[in-house]
C-alpha cells in the first residue's frame, strides 16, 4: 500500500501556536566568523530571517495544547464529539506516557476517545491526516483533533550551522470532521528506510543511551561541532533525495487523482529550505505563486511547516470556495507523503505566539 | 557555451571576485560551499538540462572536473 483515497472527511479548522522567542539569523554572526558575505547567501538561498525557539521548560505539548484550546474555544467545538486525539511529535514530553494522553488530561477531552502518537517529522502532518480522514470515513469518530508540533531546537547544536540556523518551534491543532462524501482525498506515502540515519539524534533512546561519551562535543572538518545527543544531518543526501523522489511524487499523486498541474491552486511544501522548495517547483513546472513560502518568517518547523505555510500565507484564500489543494511533507525517515485534497470555508487563524502556561 | 562562459558562470555562483582557473582545487576555495553545490545542481538543470546530484558535485576535485560534468554540452 502506498496510495489511498478517502471520501466524506475534510479539515474544518487549523490553528497554528508559534515559540515566542525570536531569533534572528543577524544574531548569528559567530557562527559564520563574522563573515557577512558568507551569512547573506545563507539568508538569500535558505530563505532563512526569523525563527523562533521554545524556553528550556516549554514542549511541543504547550505550544500544541494552547493551539488546541484556540481552535476547540474559538469553532465552538463539542469536546463530546472529538473521538480520537492523534499526536504527531518527533520531541516529546516523555518516553512514556504517550504526549497525546498527557494532552487528553489537559484539555479535558471525553474518556470515549482514542489517543495515541504518531513519531514523524517532516511527513507527518500528511499521516496525521490521513489517519483522521481514515478514522472518520470509517467512522470510528465524528471528529477527530490531529495535534502536531516540534520542538527541535532542543536538538541542535548551536555550534552546528547545518541544523541550528534552521529550525524554529512550533505547535498545530487541525480539527478534522465528516462531510458530504463526494468530497475525495488522496494520499500517497513512500519511505526509504535504509537511509534511516541520514537525518538522526544517534543517542539519547535505548539503541544508545545517553553517557559520558554521548555527550561530548567533537569538532567535524566543515567547521561545525555537535555531540552523539544532537541532531545530525545529512544535507547533500536530503538534498538529493528531495529533487530525485518529490516531483515524482507530485506526480504520482496528480495521476491518482486523474487531475493535472493547472487544477491544483496551492502547491504546500514542506519548508525544508527555499532552494529546495523552488528547484522542485521549477522541475515539476509549478509556478513559484503557486508554492507559499514562510520559512523566513518562522524558519523549518519540522512537522508543523504545512499547517503554518497554510495559516501563514494562505488564510484569507480560504474562507471562500474550494481550492484544490496538494501538500507534500518529506523528511526525516527518510519519509515522504503526498495529499491532494479540496480546502474550503475553513476555520484559519493568524499564527499565534505562546504565551506561556503552567508547567507541571 | 565555451568553457570560459561557464567558468564565468561558476564564478557568479560562487559569489567570488577573484579569478577562478581550471587547475584550482575546490576544497582551497574560500567561496566554496554547501550553497555553491546546490546553486551548481539547480544551474545545470537550467542551463543544460543535466540533472546533479549533491553528491557528485562535492565528488569534483578541481573546476576542471566541474566543467567536465557538463559533458559535451561546452567547448
Redesign the interface.
Known sequence: MSKSLISGAKISGIAVVSADNLKRMDDDMEYYNGDK??LE??KK??GLDKRYVVDGQTTAADLCESAAIALINDMGVNKEEIGALIMVTQTPDYFLPATSAYLHGKLNLSKDCAAFDVSLGCSGYIYGLWLAFMMVENKSAKTVLLLVGDTISKLTNAKDK?VSPLFGDAGSATLIQSCELDRKTYFSFHTLGLKYDRLIVPAGAFRKQKNQETAKEISYGDGNTRSAENLYMN???V??FT??EIPLAIKEILGFAGKTQDEIDYFVFHQANK??I??IA??SGVPSEKAPLVISEYGNLSSVSIPATICGAMRQDLTGPNKNVLMSGFGVGLSWGTCLLGLKDIYCPEIGFYKGGNHD | MTKEELMGRIKELMQRDDTLSQEMILQEIPEWDSLTVMSMVAAYNKLFGIKLTARAVMDCKTVADLIGLAGDKVS
Open positions: 558575505k558568507k547567501k545563507v538561498m535558505v547545518t544535507g547533500a543526501e538534498f538529493d529533487l530525485e532552494h529546495i523552488e528547484s521549477a522541475l
